[in-house]
């Protein structure tokens, strides 16, 4: 049987999907000066190559399946299965932005003011698409790395990812609108999906890296405290967790499991104790599958 072969998104999204593949339960090894990945499943084969040119690659049946951007999929066009949406990004959990974006100075405050300006961008199609839905015609140049200093010399604006904006605040530029949110997103080839041990295969990763994603800043939290306090622990937990009690040897006590927001526990825990709960231990979660 031939391994899966997948994709691993090279550039900004490269190390964030690699803790993530180690929370779901593979580890990946990246060898220096190579683009082909060890891994720890003889079912897999992985291999890096930038985000921009994952979705074109799996189209074309060169990956069974990869993780990029969803932006990139639409930017080249590529026919390809999405699988999923992973909502994780350089920095953490979330999406990303492309937004149109100017010098702080710029007379330009909105999209129509571009008329028969230059804009710079990695995603020529995404910007020539917004600019038709607005009714704008402007200059789309294709732009191969350090966007944010293209403006004002070399481009009128810039339409430039961001996820936090601190790139954008430190060049001195104000975003006048958001072309598009992009968030990673799990692809297939439509030869690899029909095929039914690969579409097993890929439902299983798919289903680990969700719950890993799930349990990134939840925390477990475990307690014993005799039956007649516990209404006044369960008072302090969140209404909507709903915790797990179990009976212990001694009928007197019961334990307390549940699953919290990691920056809330600090919070939660000196109230435990003050309802007299005790045994407290917070431990660390790789996976939260439902």
């Given at each position: 049987m031939n391994p899966l072969r997948l994709g691993i998104p090279k550039g900004s999204l490269q190390e964030a999907t690699l803790r993530l593949f180690e929370r779901a339960g593979w580890h990946i090894v990246l060898h220096s000066r190579s683009y082909h990945a060890g891994v720890d499943d003889p079912e897999l084969q992985c291999m890096v190559v930038r985000a921009q040119e994952m979705a074109r690659y799996v189209a074309s049946g060169a990956f069974d399946a990869g993780l990029t951007g969803r932006d990139w999929v639409l930017e080249t066009g590529s026919d390809v299965r999405e699988i999923v949406e992973l909502a994780y990004a350089k920095q953490g959990l979330g999406r990303v932005r492309w937004v149109l974006a100017v010098p702080e100075d710029s007379p330009i405050r909105s999209v129509s003011d571009l008329e028969g300006k230059t804009i710079a961008t990695e995603v020529v199609h995404i910007t020539e698409q917004y600019l038709e839905r607005h009714g704008v015609r402007a200059r789309v140049e294709f732009s191969w790395g350090a966007t944010e200093v293209k403006v004002p010399q070399l481009a009128d604006a810039i339409v430039e990812v961001t996820e936090t904006g601190a790139s954008l605040r430190a060049n001195r530029l104000r975003i006048v609108d958001t072309?598009?949110?992009?968030?990673?997103?799990?692809?297939?080839?439509?030869?690899?999906?029909?095929?039914?041990?690969?579409?097993?295969?890929?439902?299983?990763?798919?289903?680990?890296?969700?719950?890993?994603?799930?349990?990134?800043?939840?925390?477990?939290?475990?307690?014993?405290?005799?039956?007649?306090?516990?209404?006044?622990?369960?008072?302090?937990?969140?209404?909507?967790?709903?915790?797990?009690?179990?009976?212990?040897?001694?009928?007197?006590?019961?334990?307390?499991?549940?699953?919290?927001?990691?920056?809330?526990?600090?919070?939660i825990v000196p109230r435990l104790k003050e309802r007299r709960a005790h045994g407290l231990v917070e431990y660390p979660l790789n996976k939260i599958v439902l």
């Open positions: 072309v598009m949110e992009s968030s990673t997103v799990f692809i297939a080839s439509h030869a690899a999906w029909a095929d039914p041990w690969k579409q097993a295969k890929i439902s299983h990763l798919v289903m680990l890296l969700e719950g890993a994603i799930s349990a990134m800043g939840k925390v477990g939290l475990m307690l014993n405290v005799r039956r007649e306090d516990l209404p006044g622990v369960l008072e302090v937990l969140p209404a909507l967790k709903r915790p797990t009690v179990s009976a212990l040897s001694d009928p007197e006590w019961v334990a307390v499991n549940t699953i919290l927001e990691e920056d809330v526990v600090r919070h």
